[in-house]
C-alpha cells in the first residue's frame, strides 16, 4: 500500500484521535496535515497505524500549551468546536465511551486535565489503548502511562456519571425543551431543568451572547423562554441533528448555520445547554454540511 493510501485508512481515527484531544475540528485539521507532511517524508514503518497514532498525539501535546492560553484571553465562555457525527466523522461510536468522550460535556471536562492525563484518557477510553501502548506513545515507562490516566479518571470520572447514554431519551428531553422554551412554557421549562444547571454562550465577542454563564433552573428557563421570544430567533429554521454524537438542535437562518445548542442529560433532567454561536466556531460544522 502506497503512502496516501495508508494515510487514508487512518484517516477518519486519526481526526477522531486529534479532535479529542484539541476540542476543536479545525485545529485537528492542521494537525493531521502536518502528521501527512511527516508520514510521506518518513522512512519504513513497522506498524503505521501506530507510527501515525504516536505523531498525532505528540503534535497536539505541543499545541495544547498555546491553545490552553488562547482559551484564557477568550471573550465570554470558551466551548469546544462542535461536529455532525452522523458520517462517523469521529471514528466508532459502539461503545458508551466512545460516545461520551466526544460529547461536548465530557470535551469541557477534560480541559482541567494537563496535556499528557488528556492523551492517556483519550487513548484509554475511546480507542481502547492498553496502557503499555499509552507508555509508547507518550514516551514514558508503564507505570507512568497508568498514573496519567488515573489521575485523569479521577478529575472525569465523577462528573461523567451526570450523562446519559441512552439517544432516544436525549432525544426526548430536547424536544421537551424546544417545546417548552417555544410555546412559552415557563414552567414546563423549569421541570426539565436540574437545580444545577448551567447555561453557556460561547460568542467569542463575534456576535451577542451571554458572557457569563446562566445559573439556576429559574433563570435558564427564562434566558431561553425570552431567547425563544426574539423575532429573529422566531424566523430561524430549526432541526435536531447529531452533533458530537448526541441529539442537538441546530439553528439556520437565511439557511446559514446560525447556532447549535447541546445538551447535556441525566435522568429526566437537563444539567447543562451548551450554545455555540460563534461564526468562527461553526464554520467546520457548515463546511460539513456543503
Avoid at 457569563?212 to 427564562?222: D, I, K, L, N, T
Amino acid at each position: 500500500m502506497d503512502k496516501l493510501a495508508e494515510f487514508t485508512e487512518n484517516r477518519a481515527r486519526l481526526f477522531g484521535l486529534a479532535y479529542r484531544l484539541l476540542g476543536e475540528a479545525t485545529e485537528a485539521e492542521d494537525v493531521l496535515q502536518d502528521a501527512y507532511l511527516r508520514w510521506e517524508t518518513s522512512g519504513p514503518v513497522d506498524v503505521p497505524a501506530a507510527w501515525l497514532t504516536t505523531v498525532v498525539t505528540n503534535l497536539c501535546l505541543s499545541r495544547l500549551g498555546s491553545a490552553r492560553a488562547r482559551r484564557e484571553r477568550y471573550v465570554g465562555p470558551w466551548l469546544p468546536e462542535p461536529v455532525f457525527t452522523e458520517d462517523g466523522r469521529l471514528g466508532p461510536l459502539e461503545t458508551v465511551e466512545q460516545r461520551e468522550s466526544i460529547s461536548l460535556g465530557v470535551l469541557m471536562l477534560l480541559e482541567r486535565l494537563s496535556p499528557p492525563e488528556r492523551a492517556a484518557f483519550v487513548l484509554r477510553e475511546a480507542f481502547g489503548y492498553r496502557h503499555a501502548e499509552i507508555a509508547d506513545v507518550l514516551g514514558v515507562d508503564e507505570a507512568h502511562a497508568r498514573q496519567l490516566y488515573r489521575r485523569a479518571r479521577a478529575h472525569v470520572s465523577e462528573p461523567r456519571r451526570r450523562f446519559a447514554p441512552s439517544t432516544a431519551h436525549r432525544e426526548e428531553i430536547v424536544l421537551r425543551f424546544l417545546a417548552a422554551a417555544t410555546e412559552g412554557d415557563l414552567a414546563g421549562l423549569e421541570k426539565l431543568l436540574a437545580e444545577d444547571v448551567v447555561a453557556w454562550s460561547d460568542g467569542g465577542g463575534k456576535v451577542t451572547a451571554a458572557r457569563r454563564p446562566v445559573v439556576g433552573p429559574s433563570q435558564v428557563a427564562r434566558f431561553f423562554v425570552g431567547l425563544a421570544a426574539q423575532p429573529r430567533i422566531a424566523g430561524m429554521d430549526i432541526a435536531i441533528r447529531t452533533v458530537n454524537g448526541e441529539p442537538a438542535l441546530v439553528l439556520y437562518e437565511a439557511g446559514e448555520l446560525c447556532m447549535i445548542v447541546s445538551f447535556d442529560v441525566a435522568g429526566d433532567r437537563v444539567t447543562a445547554v451548551n450554545a455555540v454561536l460563534n461564526p468562527d466556531k461553526l464554520a467546520y460544522a457548515a463546511a460539513q454540511e456543503r
